[in-house]
């Protein structure tokens, strides 16, 4: 079974400073792969996704992801963070070859980000 | 914005007794989903409904939990009897038909379940 690992559990930053969080998953075949994120008293959103092309996917509020296959990875980065992305952020995968939507979260990392 | 509706928020309950949770997923959204999640950890999936029919549940705790979708519209998730490992937040989602498929799926803001 497909598993997500998100070794960053606890992140504290100062404003402005760079943030990245690391995502590895364990399944071989074709994935999509997302980034989540959950603010304080919000429901999950969508942060970004990648299908397939461009390794470098961007999404919202200045996020960005890459895709690195041969080494399992889907690292969020962010040049430089606002007190307003404290959040947990999740990675999730699906499966494209069996055709599932439904994702397999990563445990999540807590971002706090101070002013 | 159209959004997935659950309710309720917030549950208390003794173990040993029956919870109910409803999702009412965004109009037209063929595909449900049941999550839950513990703190501190990812959401986890239970149960995942095409329409009417399960397609997936083969994480849900068969013996305690049950969940519907009678008229491929909106869902129930039983619990029966509740155990106090049972306390989460369980989280429905939803998504569009395949040929309208984007990948994204769309939470609900979930119902907070603790068990005495």
């Known amino acids: 079974a497909q598993s997500v690992s998100q070794h960053n559990h606890h992140v504290i930053l100062s404003e402005a400073a760079s943030l990245e969080l690391g995502c590895n998953y364990s399944y071989g075949g074709t994935v999509n792969l997302f980034w989540y994120v959950q603010y304080p008293g919000q429901h999950l959103q969508l942060l970004l996704k990648y299908f397939s092309g461009d390794p470098l996917v961007k999404g919202i509020k200045g996020f960005e992801a890459e895709f690195i296959k041969s080494k399992f990875s889907f690292n969020l980065r962010k040049p430089s963070v606002q007190w307003s992305d404290t959040a947990e952020y999740f990675c999730a995968v699906n499966e494209r070859s069996r055709g599932r939507r439904a994702l397999t979260f990563g445990s999540g990392t807590r971002l706090q980000v101070q002013p | 914005e159209a959004e997935v509706a659950q309710s309720p928020r917030y549950k208390i309950t003794e173990k040993s007794q029956a919870v109910a949770f409803w999702c009412d997923p965004i109009s037209g959204h063929a595909t449900l989903y049941w999550y839950r999640q513990i703190l501190g950890q990812g959401p986890e999936l239970l149960v995942q409904?095409?329409?009417?029919?399960?397609?997936?549940d083969s994480q849900l705790p068969k013996d305690r939990f049950s969940a519907e979708r009678l008229k491929g519209v909106d869902s129930t998730l039983k619990i029966q009897p509740a155990e106090l490992g049972d306390s989460a937040m369980y989280l429905c989602a939803s998504s569009p038909r395949q040929g309208e498929y984007t990948g994204e799926l769309f939470f609900g803001e979930g119902s907070r379940l603790t068990v005495l």
């Open positions: 409904f095409q329409d009417e029919s399960v397609v997936d």
